[in-house]
Nanobody, 114 residues
Framework: QVQFVESGGGLVQPGGSLRLSCAGSGSGFSRYAMGWYRQAPGNQRELVATIFIGGTRDYIDSVKGRFTISRDNAKNTVYLHMNSLKPEDTAVYYC????????WGQGTQVTVSS
């Protein structure tokens, strides 16, 4: 059973950047397609970025060209580089398997505000 710990969130002004990190524990990390999800108040959790085993990436339209997902299997870590942040990106961000997510971590809060 893989578990995840997210970090790197914070308060940033519109147009700013952040890099989120997700450390996975347990075995099999490199065998999973991984995703970054987010949940804003009053909204359902949504999958915003996916990185597949072979390295292919996919994003929802609203973050394309601004967010980049990457992974380091040797460190059991997934990253989300976020540029040109907008107030609508404000949410708690989580990482998990992109298919059949397992237990959720605490997430990391990202707040975009002037």
């Amino acid at each position: 059973q893989v578990q995840f710990v997210e970090s790197g969130g914070g308060l940033v002004q519109p147009g700013g950047s952040l890099r989120l990190s997700c450390a996975g524990s347990g075995s099999g990390f490199s065998r999973y397609a991984m995703g970054w999800y987010r949940q804003a108040p009053g909204n359902q959790r949504e999958l915003v970025a996916t990185i597949f085993i072979g390295g292919t990436r996919d994003y929802i339209d609203s973050v394309k060209g601004r967010f980049t997902i990457s992974r380091d299997n040797a460190k059991n870590t997934v990253y989300l580089h976020m540029n040109s942040l907008k107030p609508e990106d404000t949410a708690v961000y989580y990482c998990n398997k992109a298919v059949r997510p397992t237990d959720w971590g605490q997430g990391t809060q990202v707040t975009v505000s002037s």
